[in-house]
Nanobody, 115 residues
């Protein structure tokens, strides 16, 4: 079973940037896709961004143009570059991987956008 560890969260002012990282314990070449979800207090978890093995990507409408998902296969790491952050982006961000059979998840990293 793959172990995933997110990092890069923190407190940032509106308009600021953060880059989240998700380090995998195994090669990410084996995964069909990698995803970033987020969950704010009292709300359902939502899919923020997804990158497929083909390189195709998906973004939640509210983050299009501001967030970019990418991966470094050599480093077994998936990234989420977040620019122009807004208070409504405040949430715990989780990294997921899908290998065609199971979905694995990291413990999450807190992102707080506040002045």
């Amino acid at each position: 079973q793959v172990q995933l560890v997110e990092s890069g969260g923190g407190l940032v002012q509106p308009g600021g940037s953060l880059r989240l990282s998700c380090a995998a314990s195994t090669s990410i070449d084996a995964f069909d896709d990698e995803r970033w979800y987020r969950q704010a207090p009292g709300l359902q978890r939502e899919l923020v961004a997804q990158i497929f093995a083909s390189g195709d990507t998906y973004y939640l409408d509210s983050v299009k143009g501001r967030f970019t998902i990418s991966r470094d296969n050599a480093a077994n790491t998936v990234y989420l570059q977040m620019n122009d952050l807004k208070p409504e982006d405040t949430a715990v961000y989780y990294c997921y991987t899908w290998d065609g059979f199971k979905l694995d998840r990291g413990p999450g990293t807190q992102v707080t956008v506040s002045s």
